[in-house]
């Protein structure tokens, strides 16, 4: 881990690397608004359930926790050619609440701050600021500091900054380096409890008491699912009762770190599991690590996606669950039920993080082929990028049942009825592009369902 010296520099020189980049979007927008002379980055506004005073769990807004990782609502920031960020960070003195904890990072030795006791003190301080643009989930924040409605979140602003969050500044890869060896510790503890037995909640528990965090504080819901829960793509329910049959544990699950999120999946397969399915676990685990040696510089993401799909084509002909070659599956589509996700998403601040689908700075998309039109990411891979590579093969009868009207003879369906009792595969690592070509955050951390752990 970095000391707490290495941090402040490499937050430093972030900073400075995102104020630049700001600076040039806010010229790049001048030529189409020549008054905005800023941006204000909002925290943001805690929102409430209807009819209720229970808020929803709140996170900071993106680009404003790219600049300052601080938590909790309502603190502005102010970006402005010329002079340094000023942070306006609200510090309410409430009796209801417990004051905000330490957060252990050093923005406050970074950025300019002046401390305010609430939101309306923030816009208070923050005065006049209708020549700026706004950023944020409040509107009425951006009224209330004279900002017009056309200078909230501008479109071309907005691509502008997406574009550049794909590029993970030193400070950001260290921040989701940390959070993957933090997720790594939950899992090595879940695959230890799961080889026991354990239940679905049981597990969760064990994964949080492993990483130190709360369920709120995780990136996402975690996904713990034994059997034919695998199979449901964001399974949350975490069910109390003991796994039968006990086959299959699929655990996808994340932590953060200052706002940067990892996001790692691994499938287990116990004793009782039916050989077919340990083959197509061991199969799809080498084209997991195929597709991560193909990561670099220049490579096109929809290229990765489609030959995840002749792998998979490649894995039901060889394991027996196909009776067609593997190219026939793939150029009929047959593969598509057995894989109806994309293959990854690009990972940051958000755990599917922006711009994955941009083809240039100012906004053009590059729209996923008909063929797959589930694929987050078809951007062009770039030095810096960090992006998830995660194929899967699922037995899902909603997606099956078509299939096999259709196309009767094309698999040997027998099996997969027993196959639908073991829900599915992922497998998912996180993967920072090098002028070298990758390196792979998590494999070594978290090792695969056929790699010995400690303990």
Known sequence: MESVMDRTAL????????????????????????????IVFHAGKMLYHHADDQPFPFRPMFHFTRFAPVPGPDHLLVVRPGSAPKLYRVVAQDFWHEPPAPTGHPF???????????????IAAAGDLSDCAYFGNAPDVARKLGIDASRVEPELLVSLLDWDRGMKTPYEVDCIREACGTAA?????????????????????????????????????????????????????????KPDPGYVL????????????????????????????????????DLEQELVN????????????IDAHRGVAKILHETGIAKKSADELYDLGLTQPFLPHGLGHHLGLQVHDVGGRQKTPEGEIEAPPEKFPSLRTTRE????????????LYFIPMLLDPVRAEHPDAFDWDLVDRLVPCGGIRIEDDVLVTEAGREDLTRGLIPGHREPIDG
């Open 11 to 38: 937050f430093r020189d972030h900073v400075d690397h995102v104020v630049a980049r700001t600076n040039e979007a806010l010229r790049a927008y001048a030529q189409k608004d020549a008054g905005c002379e800023g």
């Open 108 to 122: 406050d030795e970074v950025l300019d701050i002046e401390n305010v006791e609430s939101a309306d003190a923030a």
């Open 185 to 241: 510790n939950g899992h090595l503890a879940v695959r230890r409890a799961a080889m026991r037995g354990a239940s679905e909640r049981e597990l969760f528990a064990t994964y949080l008491e492993a990483t130190g965090f709360l369920e709120n504080e995780t990136p996402y819901g975690s996904i713990i699912g034994w059997d034919e829960n695998a199979a449901t793509l964001h399974y949350t329910s975490k069910r109390v009762a």
């Open 250 to 285: 699929l655990i996808d699950a994340g932590t953060s770190c200052f706002g940067y999120a990892s996001d790692v999946t691994r499938t287990y397969a116990t004793a009782s599991a039916p050989a077919e399915f340990v083959a197509a676990l061991d199969a799809m685990d």
């Open 294 to 305: 193909k990561v670099g510089p220049g490579v096109g993401f929809i290229d990765l996606h």
């Open 381 to 392: 891979l770039a030095v810096g990028h960090v992006v998830t590579i995660e194929p899967g």
